[in-house]
């Protein structure tokens, strides 16, 4: 795979780490996109942003591409593949590469919901969240909190896994957990504390040789 030249990095806009997370952030989507560029050997570089409000789509995570300033993971992959030439799955044939995407929108649709749910209101969810509010600015630190919990709330609710008994959408989660993708695993696997859905993802020896194999080869700085 030889990527086209490149004028200048790619500057990608991401959440910070949290919550005993080893990678540069601690949300899926953009720990998805920069595993990818990393696979792919395009520069960039990685830009703390915890206001998704300025983002594009008002949404983490986005880029800066020269001129070009786009919004959405998987839009974000196809423009960057297309306009560099990388394709990390060009291997792949038709049929894996339509597995691949029933697994990924099972992860990205489904077991995301059940992720975010036990982030922020499941066992260990009140000391996330503080430490979420704490990377606020102060003024927004007195005013966001309670917002912030009704729309994560309401958001999981609308999709639908929000509507569930607690035990269940850690079941739903569990299940999902048995086949997933980095982005996810990546930053389920190390969350600290007793949280049932995080310790039976890394209880699982196949997943968590998976995560370790990727960490290392793509985020060797975090093994330090």
């Known amino acids: 795979m030889n990527a086209r030249a490149q004028r200048q990095p790619i500057r990608l806009f991401t959440f910070g780490s949290g919550w005993g997370v080893p990678f ?7 720990l998805k996109l920069a595993t990818w560029l990393r696979m792919t050997g ?8 915890n206001n998704p409000g300025k983002g594009p ?7 800066e591409d020269g001129e070009v300033r786009m919004g959405d993971s998987e839009l974000i ?8 030439g990388v394709d990390p799955d060009a291997r792949l044939s038709a049929s894996d590469r339509a597995l691949s995407l029933a697994w990924r929108r099972t992860f990205e649709e489904h077991y995301h919901q059940a992720f975010e749910h ?4 499941g066992r260990g969810g009140d000391q996330r969240f503080a430490e979420l509010v704490s990377t606020l600015p102060a003024v927004a630190r007195l005013i966001a909190p309670p917002m912030m919990r009704s729309q994560f709330k309401k958001q999981l609710y609308a999709r639908g896994l929000g509507r569930h008994d607690e035990s ?3 079941a739903m989660g569990q299940a999902d957990l048995d086949a997933t993708a980095f982005g996810f695993l990546g930053v389920t696997v190390y969350v600290t504390g007793d949280n049932p859905l995080y310790r039976h993802a890394a209880s699982i020896p196949n997943l968590m040789a998976y995560t370790e194999r990727m960490r290392a080869r793509y985020f060797p700085e975090t093994l330090k």
């Open 24 to 30: 540069p952030t601690a949300a899926p989507f953009p």
């Open 77 to 84: 992959i196809r423009y960057l593949s297309e306009k560099y």
């Open 42 to 49: 395009l520069q960039n570089e990685i830009v703390i942003e």
């Open 118 to 121: 036990q982030l922020f209101f």
């Open 57 to 63: 789509k008002k949404k983490s995570p986005w880029i």
């Open 168 to 170: 269940d959408i850690v």
